[in-house]
């Protein structure tokens, strides 16, 4: 989804990536109780935002992934 007032500079790109990926990295620890189709969901969002500038040519094109929904396991 491209995102209004989205970042159109490679750095500017690359900040966000680092904001996107800081948002979710509370997430991946190993104790956090994610579902594990929610986990691997996130891994691959993950995984999407680091390519970002290998997928895009120019940054004006970039499209951000959307973040999968936050699915906690029961205990």
């Known amino acids: 989804m491209r995102v209004k007032d989205a970042p159109t500079d490679w750095s500017g790109i690359n900040a966000e990536v680092a904001?996107?990926?800081?948002?979710?990295?509370r997430y991946m620890q190993p104790d956090f109780p994610l579902t594990e189709s929610c986990r691997q969901a996130l891994v691959a969002y993950r995984q999407s935002l680091r390519g970002l500038n290998h997928t895009y040519a120019h940054p004006e094109d970039v499209v951000f992934p959307t973040q999968p929904q936050i699915e906690k396991a029961r205990a």
């Open 19 to 25: 904001r996107r990926l800081a948002e979710t990295d």
